[in-house]
């Protein structure tokens, strides 16, 4: 008896533990306090690295940070500011060195899912630091693990819908970086292949 007893109590401590570990795993305060003083203060170096600092490091961190799964059971303060915060790293954090600002950017983006709000508002930032930092991104694509890159690609060209604009940049892309990146074109052009057009928004994984 004493022994199911412990292991109920013990049972317990870690379910608590790994949910508030889903739950907390960015200082929110933090992420908050130092994105008020970049958007309502003088923009200095110091208050950019303080916000890039605090934004989430990986998707997960990213996800448990601004996503939400019911209404009724989610605070909806960080997910009414993932907007705001993911326009702020693109718009406002312009001092930082590009290649810790790519390793970032990057780095979040490894393993996403697309959805609708913040996954959304992500990947449009994400395609537009493609095309301003092209040639440290592609860089800081190709130091990644192969498995890593896939994963980077089929967050970045996942899409549920066909979409001209995708298509005119994938092309693009392609043939400006073959020469310099086949390697990273050859797996890039695979997770087109399959993510573009290739994914469900909310609607489940069936095909319609």
Request: proline share 2%; with cysteine; charged share 25%.
């Amino acid at each position: 008896m004493k022994n199911r007893t412990l292991f109920a109590i013990i049972f317990v401590v870690l379910a608590s533990f790994a949910s508030k570990s889903q739950t907390f795993l960015v200082d929110t305060a933090k992420l908050n306090s130092s994105f008020r003083e970049l958007v309502d203060k003088p923009n200095t170096i110091e208050r950019q690295k303080a916000f890039f600092d605090a934004f989430p490091n990986t998707w997960i961190e990213f996800v448990t940070t601004y996503q939400y799964v019911s209404k009724k059971d989610y605070d909806l303060t960080m997910y009414r500011l993932a907007q705001k915060q993911v326009e702020a790293l693109g718009g406002r954090v312009t001092l930082i060195n590009d290649s810790l600002y790519c390793r970032k950017i990057v780095n979040v983006a490894i393993g996403g899912l697309l959805d609708a709000d913040a996954p959304n508002y992500y990947k449009n930032l994400l395609h537009k630091v493609m095309w301003n930092k092209m040639d440290v991104m592609l860089y800081t694509i190709s130091q990644l693990r192969k498995g890593h890159q896939m994963q980077f690609w089929q967050f970045y060209w996942s899409s549920n819908v066909k979409s001209k604009p995708l298509e005119t940049e994938f092309f693009r892309l392609s043939k400006l970086n073959i020469d310099s990146y086949p390697e990273e074109m050859k797996i890039m052009k695979i997770a087109y292949d399959y993510f573009y057009d290739g994914v469900n928004i909310d609607g489940g994984y069936l095909k319609e």
